[in-house]
């Protein structure tokens, strides 16, 4: 029996929700060479709520309308020093949501970051893609198909 026939293909490019986050059909790279997801945020704020640090900050949710900007609060898990993909160490909020792609949902850690000078407002990474996918590289929205225009 081939362990890898029941997992789901996936494309190098997908759509995703974040219920927590009230994002819906949001573009995401598939990038298994990053280790953890991250997010395009801005105006990041710290905040203490019943003890914990949480953080509110601003989120495009469209692509195609970058002056569409809805802000959220997440609890922040951890604070991590993240390798960008210029090679500088950056201090990044990282927070745990949850992810819905296809029928499928299961939290994730996310970290939040200047992702302005990106194509896409969202990375998966290989964290968040462990043990639940198979990705073809020359493939693009296999999950979402009919789904995308």
Known sequence: ????????????????????????????????????????VDN??????AGKLWVSFDIHPNIHNVAEIVR????VEAIKRVKSST???????????EIQMAELNWDIQLTLTDRSEM??????GRE???GKF????????????????
């Open 87 to 97: 090679a500088t160490m950056e201090k990044r909020y990282t927070i745990k949501t």
């Open 44 to 49: 990041i704020e710290e905040f203490e709520r």
């Open 72 to 75: 959220r609060e997440a609890k």
């Open 134 to 149: 198979l990705v073809d590289p020359a493939l693009e929205y296999e999950l979402s198909a009919g789904l995308v225009n």
């Open 128 to 130: 968040a893609l462990a």
């Open 1 to 40: 029996m081939n362990r890898y026939l029941d997992k789901p293909i996936v494309g190098t490019l997908e759509l995703c929700d974040l219920p927590q986050l009230s994002i819906k059909s949001l573009n995401v790279r598939v990038d298994t060479g990053a280790t953890t997801s991250s997010l395009h």
């Open 119 to 124: 194509t896409y407002l969202m990375l998966l």
